[in-house]
């Protein structure tokens, strides 16, 4: 795997809930995609507040891979579909 430097993680996702983002965290990590769940506890401490929702941060190399995997998989699908309305 290559090496990873801060200012080569971005944000590919935020999800609503941790879970949610656990789940395409999972989805990624067994497809080689090594990538981390940030601001998943905001929601214990704050509530379901708009905007404060869990990211998925990955590799910007693995950035369209991960899109690709994702956008098979359908609750990710779904939240982007509902962003893209909502933007």
């Not at 801060?6 to 090594?34: F, K, P, Y």
């Not at 098979?72 to 779904?78: C, K, L, P, T």
């Amino acid at each position: 795997m290559h090496d990873t430097h801060d200012d080569d993680i971005v944000c590919l996702a935020t999800s609503i809930t941790s879970a949610q983002a656990h789940i395409w965290q999972n989805v990624l990590e067994e497809e080689g995609i090594r990538c981390k769940v940030v601001g998943e506890f905001l929601e214990a401490g704050l509530g379901n507040v708009p905007g404060l929702g869990s990211e998925l941060w990955v590799h910007e190399d693995d950035v369209e891979r991960a899109k690709e995997i994702l956008m098979q998989h359908r609750d990710f699908a779904e939240d982007a579909e509902e962003e893209e309305e909502e933007g």
